[in-house]
């Protein structure tokens, strides 16, 4: 009887641990992550001296530019499991689902960074017609869309003045 | 449609590094060349690859979706995929005989079976 029990209690304990443990696991590690990644983006962006990007199509007038060049940054990103648990219940009502803008927003200011640090290291003073683009990416063979991931591209024109 | 041109081999190119082409040819993604002065269209150069993901790549990229964040795996892929797009731009704007591609413009879609397509497109030019 005991050890039926023990059996019974063995096989529910793993049960809910393999359904909610890496949603648990999401939630607490998820968060602390997600935190800490930003916290560094927000200090390189610190870091730089002035944001060197912009969507204008035209160079500054009166300055000689001696050398340009297609550059390119890109990221790949994904919500974590709670965040896209939580998106699911929110999605039955409706409305603004805060949890998915987290990564997302993440994802578009760390390709814009990168787009900036590579300038700056190759030495380019600007980046001109800055273009963005997001794009989902299937994550399993089975076709269906799932892992909520998503690439953003951001590209421009680096820019050498005299 | 036209015929297919010569394709270059791929380059492993770390992210964040330019890419070094076989042929020495400018890209803008604006109308020109800054400081140059365009002489001749020569018709919209294109380029494009399809590219899935490896087994082992998609199975860690599922473990670090559990909390969320980069997935660098994915991230250099799909580098190294657009670098080999804008390869194929280029070697089909040295077919056309353009020293140039100007307004460069990148487009991606996933297809079926987890693959994802990146096509890069511009206007073959000849600068002066």
Redesign the interface.
């Known amino acids: 009887m005991a050890e039926d029990t023990i059996a019974t209690l063995l096989i529910w304990g793993f049960i809910l641990a393999s359904s909610l443990g890496?949603f648990l696991?999401?939630w607490l590690?998820?968060n602390w992550?997600?935190k800490r990644?930003i916290e560094r983006l927000l200090e390189r962006e610190a870091a730089l001296p002035r944001d060197n990007l912009s969507t204008l199509?035209t160079?500054l007038p009166g300055k000689?530019?001696?050398d340009?060049?297609?550059?390119?940054?890109?990221?790949?990103?994904?919500?974590?499991?709670w965040?896209l648990f939580l998106a699911g219940i929110k999605s039955i009502f409706g409305g603004n689902i805060k949890h998915l803008d987290m990564?997302l927003d993440?994802?578009r200011s760390?390709a814009l960074q990168?787009l900036r640090?590579?300038a700056s290291?190759?030495g380019y003073d600007d980046v001109?017609?800055l273009?963005m683009?997001t794009?989902?990416?299937?994550?399993?063979?089975g076709?269906r869309q799932k892992?909520g991931?998503f690439?953003i591209?951001a590209?421009?024109?680096g820019?050498k003045y005299l | 449609m036209q015929p297919p041109s010569p394709q270059p081999a791929v380059q492993q190119v770390q992210p964040g590094q330019p890419v070094q082409h076989a042929v020495q040819i400018a890209l803008s993604n604006i109308e020109t060349i800054p400081g140059r002065t365009i002489q001749q269209s020569l018709g919209v150069a294109t380029g494009s690859t399809v590219r899935a993901k490896h087994i082992g790549k998609d199975i860690l990229a599922g473990f670090k979706n559990i909390v969320g964040g980069e997935l660098k795996g994915y991230t250099e892929l799909l580098t190294e995929a657009r670098n080999q797009a804008l390869e194929r731009l280029v070697a089909d704007a040295a077919a056309r005989g353009a020293n140039a591609v100007v307004n460069v413009r990148f487009a991606t879609s996933a297809v079926a079976g987890g693959a994802a397509e990146l096509f890069a497109y511009g206007t073959a030019v000849i600068i002066v």
């Open positions: 890496p696991f999401s590690v998820g992550h997600q990644i199509s160079t000689t530019i001696v340009s060049q297609l550059l390119l940054a890109n990221v790949v990103s994904a919500p974590s499991r965040q990564m993440w994802g760390e990168r640090e590579q290291e190759l001109i017609n273009r683009e794009s989902t990416i299937s994550m399993n063979n076709g892992g991931s690439e591209l590209y421009g024109t820019i």
